[in-house]
T-cell receptor
Framework: EAGVAQSPRYKIIEKRQSVAFWCNPI?????LYWYQQILGQGPKLLIQ????????DSQLPKDRFSAERLKGVDSTLKIQPAKLEDSAVYLC??????????????FGQGTRLTVV | GENVEQHPSTLSVQEGDSAVIKCTYS??????FPWYKQELGKRPQLIID?????GEKKDQRIAVTLNKTAKHFSLHITETQPEDSAVYFC??????????FGKGTSLLVTP
């Protein structure tokens, strides 16, 4: 079974520039998550999709971050404009999302973003 | 929202000893408690999970216990090996919602 695919693996940008990350979840997984992991901390949820609808984006800084999941499969996360404090690993995860049951979340390798 | 506290932040043990990591959660509606292992520069990977209808679960050298009344759960690793060295994260969630992670425990197993 193919895992969660993310690209790029690494990105270095200057502050105030924009950047986009891409995620392809495991085939058949209805739920997709974007997490931000700052060095030395646990992953923090940015947004959760169920198919192509948003379940939770309460911790997404909407003035600069946006995410979409067109057609309920791939997803992109964008930051515009980037700030120094956005330097982190951005992890995408997916799960089956069966109704009435929590299912295991599988993580991608992540995109390491450095803002200089 | 859910708040997950994890202790200790670092743990050093001798090979062959046991390691215990503890977490507490705040939302009594949480019903799923996984543990992830993350090696340096790699993705978090699930090592064991427990649901709220079970008090204990074991998989070879790894076990997890859950006390719903006290809202805490623990990871136990027995007969530790150097390859167990990694950062371990606990998490909590409820059906339909995302995982809320603790801040992680850096485990070092010395030969």
């Amino acid at each position: 079974e193919a895992g969660v695919a993310q690209s790029p693996r690494y990105k270095i940008i200057e502050k105030r520039q924009s950047v986009a990350f891409w995620c392809n979840p495991i085939s058949g997984h209805a739920t997709l998550y974007w997490y931000q992991q700052i060095l030395g901390q646990g992953p923090k949820l940015l947004i959760q999709f169920q198919n192509n609808g948003v379940v939770d984006d309460s911790q997404l800084p909407k003035d600069r971050f946006s995410a979409e999941r067109l057609k309920g499969v791939d997803s992109t996360l964008k930051i515009q404009p980037a700030k120094l404090e956005d330097s982190a690993v951005y992890l995408c995860a997916s799960s089956l999302g069966r109704t009435g049951r929590v299912t295991e979340a599988f993580f991608g390798q992540g995109t390491r973003l450095t803002v200089v | 929202g859910e708040n997950v506290e994890q202790h200790p932040s670092t743990l050093s043990v001798q090979e062959g000893d046991s390691a215990v990591i503890k977490c507490t959660y705040s939302d009594s509606a949480s019903n799923y408690f996984p543990w992830y292992k993350q090696e340096l520069g790699k993705r978090p990977q699930l090592i064991i999970d427990i649901r709220s209808n079970v008090g204990e679960k074991k998989d070879q050298r790894i076990a997890v216990t859950l006390n719903k009344t006290a809202k805490h759960f623990s990871l136990h690793i027995t007969e530790t090996q150097p390859e167990d060295s990694a950062v371990y994260f606990c998490a909590a969630s409820m059906t339909g919602y995302a995982l809320n992670f603790g801040k992680g425990t850096s485990l070092l197993v010395t030969p």
